[in-house]
């Protein structure tokens, strides 16, 4: 099974990710994970997007494409996988369709968290992030069992950033310009698919089961 998630910054992804990477035990890949384990590991293609991050330019659609590519290709992808946070502009999602089809392959379900920016920025404003695993929880809607410390590894989770609410306005804007178009790449194919993520967690997760089983 060949997930791609799509939606706004706080729509919901990752949580929702990690749910059906559990549940189908196929992996939940971000393209953040993809460049720390390239840049940790020393691989050819992590050094060549180092020289960008080190020069402080954005690594350029067609090397984040390869090294997306080179993940896909590892054994625990054989079964499918969860994509969040790529593609995010029509060159990589037009790049994955044409290397999925060389090998004969599609993207089974775009599935597209559907929610209003006035709900994202609540709901940003109240995520808190592990920095050490990566877990996200939400002090409204999914708090940590014990106030501010992270259910799987004990470490302190923190509010990033990028989730502060006038940082939020500004990503929500270069959502619009440069990723919202590619629902509409894959609704033109036929693979969209909407979930509405202002529901709650659990009602989200019964609505992706339904998606999901059929």
């Given at each position: 099974?060949?997930?791609v ?13 990690q749910y059906?990477?559990?549940k189908?035990?196929i992996p939940?890949?971000s393209?953040g994970d993809?460049?720390?384990a390239?840049?940790k590991?020393g691989t050819p293609l992590g ?8 020069r ?5 659609d ?9 993940r896909?290709?590892?054994?625990d ?6 994509l969040?946070?790529?593609?995010r ?5 037009d790049?994955?369709?044409?290397a999925l089809?060389e090998?004969?392959e599609?993207?089974d379900?775009?599935?597209h968290?559907?929610?209003?920016e006035?709900?994202?920025?609540r709901?940003m404003s109240g995520?808190?992030v592990?920095?050490v ?5 939400n002090v ?6 014990v106030e501010g ?9 923190i509010q990033?950033?990028d989730d502060k609410?006038a ?5 929500l804007?270069?959502?619009?310009e440069q990723?919202?178009?590619i ?5 033109e194919?036929?693979k969209?698919?909407?979930?509405d ?8 997760r019964?609505?992706l089961d339904e998606?999901l089983?059929?």
């Amino acid at each position: 099974m060949k997930i791609v998630l799509l939606g706004a910054p706080g729509a919901g992804k990752g949580t929702h990710a990690q749910y059906l990477s559990d549940k189908y035990e196929i992996p939940h890949i971000s393209t953040g994970d993809i460049f720390r384990a390239n840049l940790k590991n020393g691989t050819p293609l992590g050094l060549k997007a180092k020289a960008y991050m080190d020069r402080g330019e954005l690594v350029p659609d067609e090397l984040t494409v390869d090294l997306v590519l080179d993940r896909l290709n590892q054994e625990d992808c054989e079964n499918g996988y969860i994509l969040d946070g790529f593609p995010r502009n029509l060159f990589q999602a037009d790049a994955l369709t044409k290397a999925l089809a060389e090998k004969g392959e599609d993207i089974d379900h775009a599935i597209h968290f559907v929610i209003s920016e006035e709900a994202i920025i609540r709901r940003m404003s109240g995520r808190r992030v592990c920095p050490v695993c990566g877990a996200t929880y939400n002090v409204v809607g999914m708090p940590t069992k014990v106030e501010g410390i992270c259910d799987r590894c004990g470490s302190e989770v923190i509010q990033r950033e990028d989730d502060k609410p006038a940082t939020v306005l500004k990503r929500l804007e270069v959502y619009r310009e440069q990723t919202e178009p590619i629902v509409g790449y894959y609704r033109e194919r036929g693979k969209e698919e909407r979930i509405d993520s202002s529901q709650p967690l659990e009602e989200v997760r019964k609505a992706l089961d339904e998606l999901l089983k059929g």
